[in-house]
């Protein structure tokens, strides 16, 4: 996601010119790092929830 970030500051600073394709490209493949983490997380949050209402279950 680094390289996002200075494609960021490339096109609200205007360094240099800001070529298009590379700006798409880094778009696409920053979004599926994107979207592969927050799947994760969700996988993650949904455990911890059913994990979290065993132990209710269990204790009471």
């Known amino acids: 996601?680094?390289?996002s970030q200075g494609?960021?500051?490339r096109i609200a600073h205007?360094?240099?010119e800001v070529d298009p394709k590379i700006v798409a490209a880094t778009a696409?493949?920053?979004l599926l790092i994107l979207v592969t983490a927050l799947t994760s997380l969700r996988q993650r949050l949904i455990?911890?929830?059913a994990?979290?209402?065993?132990a209710t279950?269990?204790?009471g």
């Open 28 to 30: 696409r493949r920053d």
């Open 7 to 9: 494609i960021r500051n």
């Open 14 to 16: 205007g360094y240099l």
């Open 51 to 54: 994990t979290c209402r065993q």
């Open 57 to 59: 279950n269990n204790a």
């Open 47 to 49: 455990k911890d929830r």
């Open 1 to 3: 996601m680094a390289r």
